[in-house]
T-cell receptor, first 111, second 111 residues
Framework: NAGVTQTPKFQVLKTGQSMTLQCAQD?????MYWYRQDPGMGLRLIYY???????DKGEVPNGYNVSRLNKREFSLRLESAAPSQTSVYFC??????????FGPGTRLLVL | GNSVTQMEGPVTLSEEAFLTINCTYT??????LFWYVQYPGEGLQLLLK?????DKGSNKGFEATYRKETTSFHLEKGSVQVSDSAVYFC??????????FGQGTRLTINP
């Protein structure tokens, strides 16, 4: 039982490049989330998906797109990376309860 | 909007010391409150939660009481260990699923 997995663990991009962060959960959870973590700012919600086929914006959606590919997978795409998107990205999922389960994170550096 | 404020870190204590990490919130109504912990190099994991006023959440020797009069949810532990070194996040539930996090408090315990 892997829980929430994320790939890659670490990525370096140049400004303007694109990439997709992958997230998968094996807990049969309906809801999935993408956060970014920046020093002194806690975690901020980028996008979330309450159920398969739906996505909604969070607090900081600009510059990102998401796809809920199926119930297990929720990807985050940066179309044209900017240095301001240097951060640690966390995916999370939740089921019927209130607890969110987090992946190990992806550290992204945009030069 | 809803918000969570935590005490500034970092906090450094000696083993077996008493720990308090302050957390106050601003919210409409009485949302569920959470403490999450992030160990080095890992994602966040739920430490404890409380769903209504005067509830006490507890886990691994940590406790926090939901105080609506003071809009607080302070985290306490009577005797900390080196293994408690981590970053601690206070959070509240907004709406049906979203979490709003505080900025995090880094705790270091010295032997």
């Amino acid at each position: 039982n892997a829980g929430v997995t994320q790939t890659p663990k670490f990525q370096v991009l140049k400004t303007g490049q694109s990439m997709t962060l992958q997230c998968a959960q094996d807990m049969n959870h309906n809801s999935m989330y993408w956060y970014r973590q920046d020093p002194g700012m806690g975690l901020r919600l980028i996008y979330y998906s309450a159920s398969e086929g739906t996505t909604d914006k969070g607090e900081v959606p600009n510059g990102y797109n998401v796809s809920r590919l199926n119930k297990r997978e929720f990807s985050l795409r940066l179309e044209s990376a900017a240095p301001s998107q240097t951060s640690v990205y966390f995916c999370a999922s939740s089921g019927l309860g209130e607890t969110q389960y987090f992946g190990p994170g992806t550290r992204l550096l945009v030069l | 909007g809803n918000s969570v404020t935590q005490m500034e870190g970092p906090v450094t204590l000696s083993e077996e010391a008493f720990l308090t990490i302050n957390c106050t919130y601003t919210a409409t109504g009485y949302p569920s409150l959470f403490w999450y912990v992030q160990y080095p190099g890992e994602g966040l994991q739920l430490l404890l939660k409380a769903t209504k006023a005067d509830d006490k959440g507890s886990n691994k020797g940590f406790e926090a009481t939901y105080r609506k009069e003071t809009t607080s949810f302070h985290l306490e532990k009577g005797s900390v260990q080196v293994s408690d070194s981590a970053v601690y996040f206070c959070a509240l539930k907004e709406g049906a699923q979203k979490l709003v996090f505080g900025q995090g408090t880094r705790l270091t315990i010295n032997p």
